[in-house]
T-cell receptor, first 115, second 116 residues
Framework: DQQVKQNSPSLSVQEGRISILNCDYT??????FLWYKKYPAEGPTFLIS?????DKNEDGRFTVFLNKSAKHLSLHIVPSQPGDSAVYFC??????????????FGKGTKLSVIP | EPEVTQTPSHQVTQMGQEVILRCVPI?????FYWYRQILGQKVEFLVS????????KSEIFDDQFSVERPDGSNFTLKIRSTKLEDSAMYFC??????????????FGPGTRLTVL
C-alpha cells in the first residue's frame, strides 16, 4: 500500500545546478508534508515542511512545492552542493483524530551531487 | 542544539529473547514515536505516545511490543520475544506540539536490531 510514492530511486546532479525531487501521494486525507534527509547510519533529519493550505514554502536553498489537485509535491534544491548528497524521504501526515500524527514515508530518492 | 538520543546503537539478540530499546526525546517535546526500517524498505510507523498513553499504533505493533516512559525522560520500546523478522533499524522521534502546523518530528540516530 504505497500511499506516498517516490518513483525515482536515484538522481545525479552537477554541483551548482538545481536538484528536483518528486513525490506523489494517494491519500487525500494527508494535509501536512515533510521532507527528510538521511545519511547512512544516521536518523532522518528534518529539512522542510508544507501545510496543505499552502502551495510553496521556501527555506534558504530548499523550496517545497505542493500541487494538491495532482497530489504531487516536489523539493527543489538550488544550488546543489556535494554535501547535499544523501537519501531524501518524502513524508505525509493526516489528522487521524486520535491525537497522533504518524508519518507515512516514501521509499526515498538517493541524490548524488557531482563536484 | 537539542537532539533525540538512542541506546544502544546496535543490539544483537537471539530469537525469542526480550529486548529493550531506549530513547531520550528532546526535553520539551510532548509526542513520542517509534518507527522502524527493515533493510531496503520504507520507514514504517509503529506507535505514538502522548500524555503517558499510546495515541495510535500500527498493525506491526502487536502484543509482542510495548512502550513506556518510565521516568519522565526516557522512552522505551520493548519486544518481548524477538523474531527474525524484527531485525531492522528502529528510530525514535519526538515532536513539540500536537497541532498539524508543528508536526516536525525529530528523529534519533536509530538502534540497529539484529535477531539471530
Amino acid at each position: 500500500d504505497q500511499q506516498v510514492k517516490q518513483n525515482s530511486p536515484s538522481l545525479s546532479v552537477q554541483e551548482g545546478r538545481i536538484s528536483i525531487l518528486n513525490c506523489d501521494y494517494t491519500n487525500s486525507m494527508f494535509d501536512y508534508f515533510l521532507w527528510y534527509k538521511k545519511y547512512p547510519a544516521e536518523g532522518p533529519t528534518f529539512l522542510i515542511s508544507i501545510s496543505s493550505i499552502k502551495d510553496k514554502n521556501e527555506d534558504g536553498r530548499f523550496t517545497v512545492f505542493l500541487n494538491k489537485s495532482a497530489k504531487h509535491l516536489s523539493l527543489h534544491i538550488v544550488p546543489s552542493q556535494p554535501g547535499d548528497s544523501a537519501v531524501y524521504f518524502c513524508a505525509a501526515s493526516a489528522n487521524s483524530g486520535a491525537g497522533s500524527y504518524q508519518l507515512t514515508f516514501g521509499k526515498g530518492t538517493k541524490l548524488s551531487v557531482i563536484p | 542544539e537539542p537532539e533525540v538520543t538512542q541506546t544502544p546503537s546496535h543490539q544483537v539478540t537471539q530469537m525469542g529473547q526480550e529486548v529493550i530499546l531506549r530513547c531520550v526525546p528532546i526535553s520539551n517535546h510532548l509526542y513520542f514515536y517509534w518507527y522502524r526500517q527493515i533493510l531496503g524498505q520504507k520507514v514504517e510507523f509503529l506507535v505514538s505516545f502522548y500524555n503517558n498513553e499510546i495515541s495510535e499504533k500500527s498493525e506491526i505493533f502487536d502484543d509482542q511490543f510495548s512502550v513506556e516512559r518510565p521516568d519522565g525522560s526516557n522512552f522505551t520500546l520493548k519486544i518481548r520475544s524477538t523474531k527474525l523478522e524484527d531485525s531492522a533499524m528502529y528510530f525514535c522521534a519526538s515532536s513539540s506540539l500536537p497541532g498539524q502546523s508543528y508536526n516536525e518530528q525529530f528523529f534519533g540516530p536509530g538502534t540497529r536490531l539484529t535477531v539471530l
